[in-house]
Each structure stands twice: as C-alpha cells, then as structure tokens.
C-alpha cells in the first residue's frame, strides 16, 4: 500500500490514473476523464469492469477501499449513475477515516 491523499481533491487524480489503467485512453473513447465523468455512459463500463476496476483500487489502497462492498448497498439507478468524483469522495472518505 502507498501513501494516500485524504480529500476527495487529492483523490480524484489517482483514481483517474488507476481507472486509465483500465480503460485505456478516454480520449479515444471522445471523453475526458473528470469528477463528472459516468462510468456506464461516458465510458461504457459493465459491472464487471466495475468488479475489475474494485480489484485495482484495493489493491493500490488497501482493504478499506471496498468498492464492491460499496456499490452491493446501491440501486441500479444509483450505480449506473456512479461519476469519477462519487469514487474519489468514496476513497477518501475510506483512507481518512
């Protein structure tokens, strides 16, 4: 595990990086990744992307950061919904506390 920012802020690039790692280059997809980018709109991810996605996160930020855990208490509407910045907020929330 690494040193962790705190803050939603601090967050968001690392989690943008980690989420380019599996994505690729969102610039390809004609998006830019941001705190408002969709999951499932602006970079078409499946669930199991998003399972994929949980895996990477755990693994750079430790056990606390339980993405799947986290998603398993939303709706539907909820998760296909979910923007960068909702799991940066996530992540910090999680490494601060």
Do not use: C, Q, W
Request: a negative charge; proline letters at 3%; glycine letters at 6%.
């Amino acid at each position: 595990m690494t040193t962790n920012p705190t803050t939603s802020a601090d967050t968001f690039p690392v989690v943008a990086d980690l989420l380019s790692t599996l994505v690729g280059d969102a610039e390809v997809l004609g998006t830019e990744i941001t705190p408002e980018t969709t999951f499932h709109e602006d970079l078409r991810m499946e669930s199991v992307d998003l399972v994929t996605f949980a895996g990477i996160l755990a693994e750079h930020f430790g056990d606390r950061v339980n993405l799947a855990e986290h998603l398993a208490d939303k709706e539907l509407d909820e998760v296909i919904a979910l923007t960068v910045g909702d799991i940066a907020e996530y992540v910090a929330e999680r490494i601060g506390s």
